[in-house]
Nanobody
Framework: VQLVESGGGMVQPGGSLRLSCAASGFTFSSYDMSWVRQAPGKGPEWISA????????YYADSVKGRFTISRDNAKNTLYLQMNSLKPEDTALYYC??????????????WGQGTQVTVSS
C-alpha cells in the first residue's frame, strides 16, 4: 500500500488549496477513503470520507461547508478541495483507507502527509 499526498502549502486566511492523494498497491476503487489531519500538539482528526463510488460522503463539523472530498477511480486518486481556509486548519493532512474507526486501526498505511499552513 502506498499513499502519496501532495498539494499542501502556505495560504492566507480565506484562501483555497486542493490536496491530492495518489494511491497504489491496492485496489483503490474497492475502498472507502478518508482524509485525516493532525495539528501541532494535537491528536489526529478524521475530517472527511467518501465511499467507493463517490456517492456518499462524510464531513466533520469543523470543515463542513468549506471542504469537498472527491475521487477519481480511473486515476487512483483522492482529492480534498479546501476553501475559506482558517488558521485552525493548519495541520499535516493525510489520506487514509477506510471510513470511521477503520482509518485509525490502519494508521500504518497512511502516507507521509502534506503540510497546510494558514497564516497572514
Amino acid at each position: 500500500v502506498q499513499l502519496v499526498e501532495s498539494g499542501g502549502g502556505m495560504v492566507q486566511p480565506g484562501g483555497s488549496l486542493r490536496l491530492s492523494c495518489a494511491a497504489s498497491g491496492f485496489t483503490f476503487s474497492s475502498y472507502d477513503m478518508s482524509w485525516v489531519r493532525q495539528a501541532p500538539g494535537k491528536g489526529p482528526e478524521w475530517i472527511s470520507a467518501i465511499n467507493t463510488g463517490g456517492g456518499s460522503t462524510y464531513y466533520a463539523d469543523s470543515v463542513k461547508g468549506r471542504f469537498t472530498i472527491s475521487r477519481d477511480n480511473a486515476k487512483n486518486t483522492l482529492y480534498l478541495q479546501m476553501n475559506s481556509l482558517k488558521p485552525e486548519d493548519t495541520a499535516l493532512y493525510y489520506c487514509a483507507k477506510g471510513w470511521g474507526d477503520y482509518v485509525f486501526s490502519d494508521a500504518g498505511s497512511w502516507g507521509q502527509g502534506t503540510q497546510v499552513t494558514v497564516s497572514s
